[in-house]
């Protein structure tokens, strides 16, 4: 059983740094990772890129912009996306991930996948530094044993269910108490299994309702205790464009106002597929939270 603590006797012992294949990066300032989906069906359709020269293209896009990581992804996790076999994801995923690691050798590289095939691959045979998991090992009973083998930092997302059918779960009595055990439980599982390094992300629109997306958004600041950096993922999502009655093409504004929810509240990595405007958000946000008073 998770035992609570005060908020005061973790603040300072978070978490800040990622050893990223023998390379230590600090996180004392928020980081902005970009999205890149290699997919034909991701629900934003501006961050789907098929071809070598397109995803290579926005690459310098978003490094020019100041991403501080790409995330790639070759299977969506929409609701209700089709599911594809794991020989067609690598099929995606493994020539892009050559040209990316050629192109730009020091770039930090996550892998957005909830398979342990996919992300040996990845880790073996293109030195990806990170591995993003939407499914927190549930998908895949091999993924914890993967990671603790690779020695990777690894992204726990909260989810219940499958893309396919996540929907039919976004039911819970409390929100928050209910993430909390969930990270409680599988965070302990992996330090025990010799993982260092992990990142929670609460996994916003995965299996939740809009009003449990704001409720988790007001109570982000208690994932802090499990010191721990935080990703927030809520680019474009359907939480800002159907409550502003729009659509994902039409959610940057919205996006970026969440954004600065999430990072007044702990975030310590955004996920977006807006790249310059993100960068933008934690250098005010972090000029702001600078000359607040110590006692706040």
Known sequence: MFCMMDAKDTLFSKKRSLNLRGRIISINMPMVMGIINVTPDSFYSRSRFMT??????????????????????????????????????????????????????????????????????????????????????????????????????????HIKGTPQTMQQYSFYKNISNEIMQYFAEKVNILRQMGVADLILDPGFGFAKTIADNYNLLANLSKLQ?????????????????????????????????????????????????????????????????RHLPLNN
């Open 52 to 157: 070598e020269h397109q995803v290579l293209k926005h690459c310098e896009k978003i490094y020019s912009d100041g991403a501080d990581i790409i995330d790639l992804g070759a299977y969506s996790s929409r609701p209700g996306a089709d599911d594809i076999s794991l020989e067609e994801e690598k099929r995606r995923l493994g020539p892009i991930l050559e040209s990316i690691r050629l192109r730009f050798p020091e770039a930090i590289i996550s892998v957005d996948t909830f398979r342990s095939e996919v992300a040996s691959m990845a880790v073996n045979d293109f030195e990806v530094d990170i591995i993003n998991d939407i499914a927190g090992g549930d998908l895949d009973n091999k993924m914890f044993n993967t990671i603790a083998t690779l020695k990777v930092p690894y992204i726990l997302m």
């Open 225 to 289: 205790l499990f010191n721990l950096p935080i990703l927030v993922g809520i680019s474009r999502k359907s939480m800002i464009y159907k409550l502003l009655e729009t659509k994902a093409e039409e959610a940057l504004n919205g996006t970026t106002v969440i954004n600065s929810l999430a990072l007044l509240n702990g975030a310590d990595i955004i996920r977006v597929h807006d790249v310059k405007e993100a960068v933008e958000c934690v250098k005010l946000i972090s000029e702001y939270k």
